[in-house]
């Protein structure tokens, strides 16, 4: 079963960011600028982009 994919860039600096923030961009698995990557397409990573549009962007 092919499960669908998300691609998820950072746009934003988590420096001076709530702590909260910053574990969900880890949890995201970002952390430094312009870094991209793919993760399965859950309810549970839409929340997390969700708390964080100033700071990822996803790509089509």
Excluded: N
Excluded at 28 to 55: A, C, N, S
């Amino acid at each position: 079963m092919a499960d669908k994919k998300i691609k998820i860039r950072q746009i934003g600096s988590p420096i001076r960011r709530p702590k909260d923030q910053r574990k969900i961009l880890t949890g995201l698995g970002l952390g430094k600028m312009h870094r991209e990557v793919e993760l399965v397409d859950t309810p549970e990573v839409r929340g997390m982009i969700r708390k964080l549009p100033h700071m990822v962007e996803v790509i089509d």
